[in-house]
């Protein structure tokens, strides 16, 4: 039972405990296919209760990729199989996933990427304005 860890801080009101276990519901998450067959991973969702400010909040377990009922590692895979130029339907279907579940990770990835271009453009802009002051 250590896939449901205490909650750190509330996100309601930021307070750090008590928490209080407000319900344990057993489910699952998608996993990585083997041999092109799709796999589950089955876990609890553990609601808590907030003592300060009486929220109510849910935790996943720890190898869980939220906000999709999947997990980090089939979030990977989904990453590796789109960077070698898999199509979304092949890899829907190994994974048991749909395609639109999919094309969200994918954006995900571009939005991703478009910040890391974002931050190397500022760093490359603080150069330039570097090199300029600096002659
Ligand atoms: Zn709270």
Do not use: Y
Request: charged content about 20%.
């Amino acid at each position: 039972m250590t896939d449901h860890p205490m909650p750190q801080q509330c996100p309601f009101c930021q307070a750090q405990g008590p928490f209080k276990r407000h319900a344990l519901r057993e489910t699952w998450w998608r996993d990585v296919p083997t041999e092109s067959r799709p796999r589950v991973r089955r876990g609890h969702m553990v609601r808590w209760r907030c003592v300060t400010c009486q929220q109510i909040h849910t935790i996943q377990p720890h190898w869980a990729a939220p906000p999709r009922r999947m997990t980090q590692e089939l979030a990977r895979w989904i990453q590796r199989q789109l960077a070698q130029g898999q199509p979304i339907s092949q890899i829907a279907q190994a994974s048991g996933l749909d395609g639109k579940t999919i094309r969200s990770v994918r954006q995900d990835l571009e939005s991703m990427r478009h910040n890391q271009q974002a931050v190397s453009q500022i760093a490359c802009g603080r150069f330039l304005h570097a090199s300029i002051e600096s002659t």
